[in-house]
Nanobody, 121 residues
Framework: VQLVESGGGLVQPGGSLRLSCAAS????????IGWFRQAPGKEREGVSCISSSDGSTYYADSVKGRFTISRDNAENTVYLQMNSLKPEDTAVYYC???????????????WGQGTQVTVSS
């Protein structure tokens, strides 16, 4: 069972990035998928999640209106489109899989290794 994030990088404020979370060893559509982030010296924060069944989504207030989560079950991949990026979005971003839809990291069973997102001019 493995989750692999990709798509991070350095972007200027106001720019966009799309993160991908690819699964191997299991079928993503059996799980809710969440995106989390952790900046240096800060606690891990739930950013967004998407259900396994009806496509319900939730977003942290800090990213609402700027980030969009989506899933492509045929590709066994979940995406996080991040627009209007701000310096405070700088963090390591992780995807995770859980049997319930939640923005609480402790609910998640499987985690990727993370991808760095840096927003700076």
């Amino acid at each position: 069972v493995q989750l692999v994030e990709s798509g991070g990088g350095l972007v200027q404020p106001g720019g966009s990035l799309r993160l991908s979370c690819a699964a191997s060893g299991f079928t993503l559509d059996d799980y809710a998928i969440g995106w989390f982030r952790q900046a240096p010296g800060k606690e891990r924060e739930g950013v967004s999640c998407i259900s396994s069944s009806d496509g319900s989504t939730y977003y942290a207030d800090s990213v609402k209106g700027r980030f969009t989560i989506s899933r492509d079950n045929a590709e066994n991949t979940v995406y996080l489109q991040m627009n209007s990026l701000k310096p405070e979005d700088t963090a390591v971003y992780y995807c995770a899989a859980a049997l319930i839809l939640s923005l609480v990291g402790d609910e998640y069973d499987y985690w990727g290794q993370g991808t760095q997102v840096t927003v700076s001019s």
